[in-house]
């Protein structure tokens, strides 16, 4: 038998404080609910980024168009909704161009709606790599918001340009106003409110799949409740608090507010949008730390 | 502090059987119910070891139960078991891909897994892009891969086509670029899986090689989980001996390794007359008992160095007369290896019952089939007695014993991959220097 020298001195191991502090690590069934381990997320960073690039690059590689493709989609939806709910429905857009008006809403509501979908299929379309190999799953689904905002980004300017030129033609319904700060707040509101719903919905699908068919139809649906194609002032005042329990409206109308100038605007509604994502976002985040653990035992 | 790198606990892991589906929910209201009260779980307590072979009466079954032990710092363990045994479950466990359902590991330092190589490869992107995506998902730095990015390449030989997306790699290519990434991370523990079984003989000897490596010069902790005897006797010391999702033993891993062989142990190493099928029939000679022998008596289960004694207990029914034994040896696919039968100038002894007329009444005759003779590979013995050496008129018992030969780590202080070959004797090799 070939001696091997098996007793070397290891190499030397920072030891992390922690309950059991002897140990670097300890691997338990069931750890303490708020327990987040979001630090590990941070140390992953690395990883969260190359995420993005994958996401990124592997959806228009070997197409001809390539990233225009990020504006012939809000630009279609757009055209869509000006016939449908313009021209042959002939909803109200507050006096505004119907494409700036669209436009606007597309963009928000793509972004919300699209990272939503995406985080809420997280374990069930990355079920072999979170197989054979642990890293903090929380890294696939913040991936995901940021390359969505990427995308968001790219369809933001297609907007800003379709907005820039009704402005320098003087067209005088558009009133921008200083709210537009606001535009990185409620970005980062989307964001987060669609991470934390995604979060809960992919934790509760790795064991029952209903709830993957369900969340595909109601988000089309809940478009249809969130101002995106009308405004809010169409609204019945009687009826209207039924449209702004919806967190997503908001949001939708304080944009639209701050670029065009019209719809309306209230710290109230923006502060029940804000706290409403607080909470999902947190609740989110412990079921589905919780089901990390043992995901692959029943997905 | 103490040298302990690894600490296992009472470590258990229940899963439920069958699908998950429709009772899903009330067991997990159940669940539920029982903890808002304080309770135990309901559905912990039941369950059963996991024998895959036996049906069992629970739903649910413990694929580890209490398994204890220590992995010391620096120490290279082999996990062995047969199929089933829980190791694949220990070590996804290990790697947090699953949590326990019982116990705690308790672990000194970074620990890395390899399941799988190429885990989150991308087919669309380029070599060098998922050397970065798939180190990144084994815990590396993005600087760490800059760092080793060369040497990573350079490892994979695939140099050449690194700008190219992966997908058009062929899956030697594909492979070995993957190897190349984990083989170059650098955790303080490192799990291991059979990934080893890659690629051509070359490539799987470099990657055993790097293994050796990183266990002996880096002196890092390393569990091996391998099926391969020949692997684990090189790179491990000690081993575990794991069945049913429990520790058989642990220790080092000859001992281990003989232990392993004798799991497979049955008494299927004997077959006594009522259970040997003849399709050939000479009413004057009868079978008894077919056994073959190692040596702790009958087996189906034996060690490279082990001798394995063919036995044949038959009757001579009424009339007197010569006896010719026989046998076959053939291999997995059916196919006759070799052939033998007591003759004299055949048999390495002289056996004084040849060529005698032997009276009615019962016999033993053995033949042995030397150690170091057979590869690690399965076998089935054919058993034949005939009235003499024409093998016209005989009695047949075709395939009457399957056994399986083990790799025992004898022969394995140099080559540790794949031995082809229906056979492995030990040869004379002998060099002299030409004038």
Same mark, same amino acid.
């Given at each position: ?299 | ?76 363990? &082999?996990? @062995?078991?047969? *199929? $089933?045994?829980?190791? %694949?479950? #220990? ?9 326990? !359902?019982? &116990?705690? @590991?308790?672990? *000194? $330092?970074?620990?890395? %897994?390899? #399941? ?9 992107? !380029? ?309």
């Amino acid at each position: 038998m070939q001696h091997i020298e098996v007793l070397r001195q290891p190499k030397p191991i920072v030891v992390s404080p922690s309950n059991n502090n002897e140990w670097t690590e300890v691997i338990e069934p069931r750890t303490n609910l708020l327990d987040l381990r979001l630090g590990d997320v941070w140390r992953y960073r690395d990883l969260v980024m190359m995420f993005v690039r994958r996401d990124f690059i592997s959806t228009y590689k070997q197409t001809v168009l390539g990233p225009i493709w990020f504006f012939i989609q809000p630009l279609l939806t757009t055209l869509t909704f000006i016939i449908i709910f313009g021209q042959v429905a002939k909803l109200s857009t507050d006096g505004l161009p119907q494409i700036v008006f669209y436009l606007a809403g597309v963009t928000v509501w793509n972004y919300f709606s699209q990272t939503l979908t995406a985080i809420s299929t997280v374990f069930v379309t990355n079920a072999a790599i979170f197989g054979k190999v642990y890293f903090p799953r929380l890294t696939m689904p913040v991936s995901i918001v940021l390359a969505n905002i990427v995308r968001f980004l790219i369809q933001f300017g297609l907007f800003l340009g379709v907005w820039l030129y009704y402005i320098l033609r003087g067209d005088s319904t558009i009133n921008p106003n200083w709210l537009i700060v606001l535009t990185p707040v409620l970005l980062a509101m989307m964001g987060l409110m669609s991470l934390g719903l995604g979060m809960i919905f992919s934790s509760l699908t790795t064991k029952y799949r209903d709830l993957s068919m369900l969340l595909t139809f109601g988000v089309q649906l809940l478009m249809y409740a969130t101002p995106v194609i009308y405004p809010l002032s169409s609204i019945p005042e009687e009826y209207r608090w039924l449209v702004l329990a919806n967190p997503m409206s908001s949001i939708v109308e304080t944009f639209r507010y701050a670029f065009l100038g019209s719809g309306s605007f209230n710290w109230v509604y923006l502060g029940y949008s804000a706290l409403f994502t607080v909470v999902i976002l947190l609740a989110g985040t412990i079921i589905f730390n919780k089901v990390e653990k043992s995901f692959t035992d029943t997905v | 502090m103490s040298n302990i790198a690894i600490r296992v606990e009472n470590l258990g892991k229940q899963y439920r059987l069958g699908e998950i589906g429709t009772g899903t929910l009330s067991h997990d209201l159940n669940r539920w119910w029982a903890r808002m009260r304080g309770k135990e779980d309901p559905f912990a307590k039941i369950g059963e070891a996991n024998d895959r072979t036996t049906k069992g009466n629970s739903e649910y079954v413990w694929a580890l139960k209490d398994v204890n032990f220590d992995v010391k710092a620096g120490e290279v363990l &082999g996990i @062995i078991g047969r *199929n $089933g045994a829980g190791k %694949s479950t #220990l070590l996804k466990i290990l790697s947090k891909v699953t949590a326990p !359902t019982t &116990g705690r @590991i308790k672990v *000194n $330092g970074r620990i890395a %897994s390899l #399941l799988e190589v190429g885990t989150g490869f991308h087919p669309e992107l !380029t070599g060098r892009e998922n050397i970065y995506l798939n180190g990144a998902i084994l815990g590396m730095s993005k600087s760490e891969i800059n760092r080793k990015f060369d040497e990573i390449v350079d490892f994979s030989g695939v140099e050449r086509y690194i700008d190219t997306p992966v997908k058009r790699y062929s899956s030697g290519m594909y492979v070995r670029l993957a190897f190349a990434v984990s083989a170059f991370l650098e955790p303080e523990i490192l799990i291991v899986d059979e990934v080893l079984a890659v690629g051509d003989a070359e490539f799987q000897k470099k990657c055993l090689g790097r293994m050796k490596d990183v266990s002996t010069n880096d002196g890092r902790t390393i569990l091996f989980v391998s099926h391969n005897m020949a692997a684990v006797s090189t790179l491990c010391s000690t081993s575990v001996l794991m069945q049913h999702g429990t520790v058989l033993d642990h220790g080092d891993t000859k001992n281990i390794i003989e232990q392993y062989i004798s799991i497979g142990r049955t008494s299927n190493g004997e077959v006594w007359e009522d259970d040997i099928k003849c399709t050939l029939t000479n009413p004057n000679l009868k079978f008894k008992k077919v056994s073959l022998m190692g040596k702790n008596g009958p087996s189906n289960s034996f060690g490279l160095d082990e001798d394995i004694v063919c036995q044949i207990d038959y009757e001579v029914v009424s009339d007197s007369t010569t006896v010719v034994p026989s046998i076959h040896l053939l291999n997995n696919y059916g196919e006759c290896i070799l052939a033998s039968f007591n003759a004299t100038s055949v048999s390495l002894i002289p056996d004084p019952y040849f060529d005698k007329v032997l009276p009615k009444g019962q016999y033993r005759v053995q033949c042995t089939i030397p150690r170091y003779f057979l590869n690690d590979t399965q076998y089935t013995i054919s058993a034949f007695i005939a009235n003499d050496i024409s093998f016209h008129n005989m009695t047949s018992a075709e395939e009457v014993i399957s056994f399986e030969v083990n790799e025992t780590g004898a022969m394995r202080q140099e080559h540790i991959g794949t031995w082809i070959g229906q056979i492995r004797p030990r040869l004379e090799w002998k060099t002299t220097k030409e004038l």
